[in-house]
């Protein structure tokens, strides 16, 4: 599925077939190439199997060759998603901004992005 508005999923399954996690993104709208990840889950019993980065990779992979240039993914500031940051961290993800109290008074939004591209005339920028 491709349009301009639509959420895309992927899913990552184990060697029965069982679903153990999902991504689901979409396109930025107003922006030249830019993608937000809405959600990368996998269940807690399947975590640190690697399904997680393999779900990752496929999306970044799947934009690349749509000629996406930027994702963007945010997560919250509370010490329980200190492995979500940590695993965006690992993937090559800087963290760009954090909205003080987004969520709740001592939980902040922390939004990450990762160049995927760059358009000709721009200057490559290490991150």
Known sequence: MRSSESYELL???DERGALQGYACWG?????????????IAVDPGA????????LMRAVEELLRAR???LIVAETSSRDSYSHTRTFYERG?????ARVRGFY??????VIFSKMLAH????EARHE
């Open 11 to 13: 899913g990552a399954f």
């Open 104 to 109: 709740a008074v001592d939980d902040d939004r």
């Open 67 to 69: 000629g996406a240039r």
């Open 47 to 54: 975590q640190g199997g690697g399904y997680g980065t393999a």
């Open 92 to 96: 090559g993800y800087v963290e760009r």
């Open 27 to 39: 396109p930025t709208p107003s922006t030249d190439g830019g993608y937000d990840l809405y959600w």
């Open 119 to 122: 358009r000709a005339g721009e």
